[in-house]
């Protein structure tokens, strides 16, 4: 039986309306203007097959960091996600295939689509540095893989030559460019896992989503105040999420940029992520961690590009979109950036 929209708000003690919230590609987030005010989420089951799992993680890895961060004197209800129960006593709501879960909301701090300066990625840097920092002594072993080969490149390059076979939105012709290109660049596809494999870069409990507008930033003082969307936490490799971060915002634009004489790699926004990313982990990284930073920004880029790509000819099932081309146009900025990035950073 599924609830109404008010029965969901009862289960979650919520009694006032919600208004859609946020930009993210995969949950449906809603803002609860209560007080305290609540985020609401309908998680998406298309993309999260075990939703039971997502919260195991989400509750085990908050619960972790509200220890740390009361033993460092910081505030727990600020610096982490807190997942509000249901009136029932479960961390999330169950309605058929959907699942709801709500958290306190974070006040004082925002999210950005682009940063408004470098210092602000330098700010988002050391957040994630200190999350990272945070959940070393996190027992990975503890964490499930809740999107199984996720950042796996050489697994994504699989899916897309499978969307490329199935062709299911009929829309091979109109994207020959592309493809060429994806073909191309796919000989550098294992650099990261074949790292991860011969040990040189080990397994960690990572983010593995940490675009910028999954880090909230402090409203007056601009610094990093709590790294948001924990879906994907599970162990992989700290190159996810120094590339990831900066594949989103050492971008000139948005991911749906249609000009893309508009889009290029910003150097200093690069420069100041990397200061604060290795004042935070520098000293706990191996050398080919090291060694393999810019590599990573290169590698998170064309993943999330084949990846944009792949949904695209799969009839946009993955991603959320607000108009019909708007994976190509994601998967377009993205390539645009990889030649970018493999020019300034010297890679080839
Ligand atoms: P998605 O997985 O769809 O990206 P997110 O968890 O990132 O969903 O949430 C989408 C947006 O909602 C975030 O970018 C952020 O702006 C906002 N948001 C999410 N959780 C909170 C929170 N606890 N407090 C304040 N804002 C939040
Ligand atoms: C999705 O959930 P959101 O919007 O923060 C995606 C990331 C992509 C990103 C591209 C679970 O992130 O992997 O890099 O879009 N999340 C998932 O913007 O697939
Ligand atoms: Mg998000």
Redesign the pocket.
């Known amino acids: 039986m599924a609830y109404s929209l008010k029965e969901i708000l009862q289960k979650f003690d919520i009694e006032v309306e919600i208004q859609p919230y946020g930009d993210?590609?995969?949950?449906d987030t809603y803002l609860a203007q209560s007080t305290p005010k609540y985020i609401l989420q309908r998680i998406n089951t298309n993309?999260f097959k075990r939703p039971d799992q997502v919260m195991e993680n989400v509750l085990a890895v908050t619960e972790h960091l509200r220890k740390q961060i009361e033993k460092e004197g910081g505030d727990p209800l600020r610096e982490t996600l807190m997942v509000v129960k249901t009136v029932d006593g479960e961390n999330y709501l169950r309605d058929g295939d959907d699942c709801y879960r709500a958290y306190r909301f974070i006040e004082g701090a925002s999210t950005y689509n682009l940063p408004e300066s470098t210092e602000q990625m330098y700010h988002a840097a050391k957040a994630i540095g200190k999350f990272q920092k945070r959940l070393a002594d996190f027992p990975a072993e503890q964490l499930h893989e809740t999107?199984v080969q996720?950042h796996d490149t050489p697994n994504r390059v699989e899916q897309l030559k499978q969307a490329i076979r199935d062709n299911l939105a009929g829309r091979l012709d109109l994207v020959q460019a592309e493809i060429e290109f994806a073909t191309e660049i796919s000989k550098y596809a294992s650099i990261i896992t074949d790292a991860m494999e011969s040990g040189e870069v080990p397994l960690r409990v990572t983010h593995?989503?940490t675009?910028l507008?999954?880090i909230m930033l402090d409203d007056v003082t601009g610094e990093g105040v709590c790294v948001i969307?924990l879906?994907?936490v599970m162990p992989g490799s700290l190159l996810y999420d120094y590339g990831?971060a900066l594949r989103?915002g050492a971008s000139s634009g948005p991911?749906d940029e249609k000009d893309l004489d508009k889009i290029y790699f910003v150097m200093p926004v690069y420069e100041a992520f990397t200061k604060g990313f290795l004042e935070e982990a520098g000293e706990s990284m191996t050398e080919k961690e090291k060694e393999l930073l810019p590599w990573s920004i290169v590698m998170m880029t064309y993943e999330?590009g084949i990846?944009f790509l792949a949904d695209y000819l799969n009839g946009d099932t993955?991603?959320k979109t607000h108009y019909p081309e708007q994976n190509l146009d994601r998967a377009r900025t993205q390539f645009k950036l990889v030649k970018d990035q493999m020019e300034k950073l010297n890679l080839r």
């Open positions: 993210g590609h995969i949950n993309v999107i996720f593995n989503d675009k507008n999954n969307d879906d994907t990831d989103f991911e999330c990846r993955y991603f």
